[in-house]
């Protein structure tokens, strides 16, 4: 394995290029102001009047339309949600010339075919492994968050030193960037979001939390043991992995782990994880997505109504309000 760092940028491959980033959302905001203090023009492409659009020129850039901004820059960064890209792709695909760069954050709509680009540009992307926020503080820190690199198309014959390039310049080779292909990025990423990430450890948490107040234990007792208390082990096994959570845990906790922890997550949890991954790798969960996307997105919004109705969030609600360092936080962020 290769990680490339700041020693392996040789030069700059987008040195004196205009960069356009397509979308002023989490991704995108980062990107556009790592890549301004990097040194480099950047033109934000928006709706007009919009949100985003509004946020981008507070933030002292210069907003065009996506077609104006893609037509003014050689390098375009596809940072709109996954669904809005392929509507935004036919917008400018007229504004990209021969040897321009085409750069994703994600290979969703090349690898599953919902964007196909024209030979004659650049196909990269550059995946910082973290939410934006992160990727602008750590970068305003004089550090960096892991970036994934990927070429689809290189035809201008220096796709790869372009991809190393941006990511250097969002501060991704402060951390350490590692090849990979718009396949693996894909579907790894699906992958993670839904059997571990957000799927499979939201679904845990709800079960325990289900399991501890219907056997007569008290809801906010319940919260603490089954969410609040996830973000010390995350932390522990962001810092150092298994060995660090084993240090810092009880011994009592740790002999439960490995006696309990099989029970839990079992051979048949294993299973329905591999029938997941095979509906991301035949392209049944893209599809699948596509056309709730395309119905409206009814499906979509119900399920999460229902999720967020969980009794679970009301009390997780009324004990944040007392925790003084979220309420904090929250209100720096809102400023922001």
């Known amino acids: 394995m290769k990680l490339f760092t700041e020693a392996d940028v040789k030069r700059d491959a987008l040195q004196g290029r205009t960069v356009a980033v397509l979308g002023y959302g989490s991704q995108g905001r980062a990107h556009a102001k790592n890549l301004r203090d990097s040194g480099y023009r950047v033109i934000v492409g928006a709706r007009s009047g919009g949100p985003s659009a509004q946020a981008a020129a507070a933030d002292g850039f210069e907003v065009a339309e996506f077609t104006a901004a893609a037509g003014r820059a050689q ?16 917008q400018i695909r007229t504004q990209l010339n021969a040897g321009d760069a085409l750069l994703f954050a994600h290979g969703f709509n090349i690898h599953f075919g919902a964007i196909e680009p024209a030979p004659e540009i650049d196909v990269i992307m550059v995946a910082p ?5 992160l990727v602008r ?25 372009r991809a190393l390039s941006y990511a250097h310049a969002i501060g991704g080779t402060r951390a350490g960037v590692l090849d990979t292909t718009f396949a693996e990025e894909t579907e790894t990423d699906l992958f993670g979001e839904q059997a571990v990430l957000c799927g499979g450890t939201s679904q845990l948490v709800l079960h325990g939390y289900e399991t501890l107040v219907e056997a007569g234990y008290q809801p906010e007792a ?13 932390d522990l096994l962001y810092e150092g992995g298994l060995e660090k959570m084993y240090e810092f845990i009880s011994d009592t906790a740790s002999y439960g782990d490995l006696v309990s922890g099989p029970r839990i997550i079992d051979e048949g949890v294993k299973q329905r994880m591999q029938e997941v991954l095979g509906e991301i790798q035949d392209g049944s969960f893209a599809r699948r997505w596509m056309d709730e996307y395309q119905a409206g997105s009814g499906d979509y919004r119900e399920r999460l109504r229902t999720r967020l109705a969980h009794p679970i969030e009301s009390v997780g609600r009324r004990l944040r309000e007392r925790m003084s360092w979220l309420t904090r936080r929250r209100r720096a962020q809102q400023a922001a």
């Open 75 to 90: 390098v375009i960064c596809m940072l709109v949600p996954d669904m809005a890209q392929p509507r935004v792709y036919e």
């Open 129 to 133: 492994k973290s939410p934006g926020d």
């Open 222 to 234: 319940a919260y603490f043991e089954c969410l609040h208390e996830l973000k010390l082990i995350v």
């Open 137 to 161: 503080r750590q970068y305003e820190q004089g550090r960096g968050v892991p970036c994934l690199r990927a070429v689809f198309q290189d035809a201008s014959g220096e796709a790869a030193e």
